[in-house]
């Protein structure tokens, strides 16, 4: 069990770029979840994957933002035509098939927007 | 609509007291229940869940949460802090009527001093 991992852990970027990070969740979850953190605050809810399916989206994720998970596993969220307002910390989170719904977090994409 | 109130930005303790950090959510229907911890420079770590049963729940490191129905509340608690506990506590709640996304507190930063 490696744990959740992300990538780039990284990304400064400028205004108006498109910008796409990755999570692989650990092997054997089938449960995806993306969350966005700024300071002083608790993640927010973005989107849940269950398998390839993704089964709900945060009206937050504005058109500028889409998610995928193509083959059940490694999951990418792209960012176009990136704003200041969306600097912050991308989180990815997993969980296992059964059991009680707790999830376990990568380490997170810090995204700068200039 | 789901909420979760963390009423203390920040808990100072005393090491070897007894802590408490505070919880209240609202959901329309049976809520899931969360805490997770946040070290510095580590990511999101899941500590405990409520999900059905006793309403007295263990989890990690010696922490337990009660869960209390009519007071809508799930309070952390622990018999004697250490100071590896101060960390960044997070209540995350997911209401299981209709929906897969959870709603995280704003934190609580938990200071134990020797």
């Known amino acids: 069990d490696t744990g959740v991992s992300q990538d780039p852990r990284h990304k400064i970027t400028k205004r108006g770029q498109n910008v796409t990070f990755r999570c692989d969740p650990i092997s054997e979850h089938n449960r995806l979840y993306w969350y966005r953190q700024t300071l002083g605050q608790g993640p927010e809810f973005l989107t849940y994957?269950?398998?390839?399916?993704?089964?709900?989206k945060s009206r937050l994720l504005s058109d500028r933002f889409s998610a995928e998970r193509p083959k059940g596993s490694f999951s990418t969220l792209e960012i176009q035509r990136t704003e200041q307002g969306d600097s912050a910390m991308y989180l990815c989170?997993?969980?296992?098939?059964?059991?009680?719904?707790?999830?376990?977090f990568g380490p997170g994409t810090r995204l700068t927007v200039t | 609509a789901q909420s979760v109130a963390q009423p203390e930005d920040q808990v100072n303790v005393a090491e070897g007291n007894p802590l408490t950090v505070k919880c209240t959510y609202s959901v329309s229907g049976n809520p899931y229940l969360f805490w997770y911890v946040q070290y510095p420079n580590r990511g999101l770590q899941f500590l405990l869940k409520y999900i059905t049963g006793d309403n007295l729940v263990k989890g990690s490191y010696g922490f337990e949460a009660e869960f209390n129905k009519s007071q809508t509340s799930f309070h952390l608690k622990k018999p004697s802090a250490l100071v590896s506990d101060s960390a960044l506590y997070f209540c995350?709640?997911?209401?299981?009527?209709?929906?897969?996304?959870?709603?995280f507190g704003t934190g609580t930063r938990l200071k134990v001093l020797a």
């Open positions: 989170a997993s969980s296992p098939p059964t059991g009680g719904w707790e999830q376990y």
């Open positions: 994957f269950q398998n390839e399916a993704q089964l709900e």
């Open positions: 995350a709640v997911r209401d299981m009527r209709g929906t897969y996304k959870y709603i």
